[in-house]
């Protein structure tokens, strides 16, 4: 369905949803419909009679659909793209009843099979050259499929678009103890590393129900990983804590959340 988003008389300025399954995209004009379709590498979009206008857009909206299917997986894990070299766009599916990734029901086999979800989730915006930056069991949901959903990328890096601004409180993160040790001492060093250590973090959570570096503050966080880099003390992995923990699982989560993202 095609839905404007005001009643205005004029229907080239109006703002137009398109929802294709589970997925919105949103363009508020003509000139922002042909940045998106050229993102998309579809440039002769606009000058299909088809497409012209909103209105025609959406009399013709199943030859839309039809020509985004071809990219139906991807953007139900989440869509990436420019429309120009300072803006991004993001185009992901929306679902009701979203709640935050569960980390603790079902067998062992199911919480490793929703962080392997999650972990192809990471995969899509890294090749896009996204780094979310802000991972967490807050920034990652579930739909009641149990399917995983990203979201909150107000801290996400892109490449060849600007630093989101701050104010004066800093980085507004989700949950302390899942964001890498770099990225607390400055969101300039962030690389696809953070979210793997991100990751690791909330394995470390589902196997023994807490996490590495317990924080709470933000100055207990560095002490912490202060104390790990310095060799004074190791981190034991899940199984210390969780001896029915396999030792290679327990072993990947302490590797992925190690301080050190060599």
Known sequence: TFAPDSDAGNSRSLNWKRVLSDTIIATGNDSLFAKLATALGHPEWPKDQRFKTNTDRTENRAAVGQRLRFAESALRALGLGRLDPEHLFVVRATREGLRPFDLSS?????????????ASRLEAIHQAGVVHRDLCMLTAQLDSQNQVWLSDFGLALAEGVGEPPLDARGP?????????????????????????????VLLHVALCGQPPYPGPTLVDLVRQHDVVRRKVAALPGPVALEPAVPDDLSDLARRAAAVDPS
Do not use: I, K, M
């Not at 079902?106 to 999650?118: I, K, P």
């Open 106 to 118: 079902g067998s062992l086999e199911e919480r490793a099979a929703r962080l392997a979800q999650l």
């Open 172 to 200: 507004g993160f989700r949950f302390l103890p899942c964001v890498a040790p770099e990225v607390l001492e400055s969101l300039d060093h962030a690389d696809p590393r953070a979210d793997v250590f991100s990751l690791g």
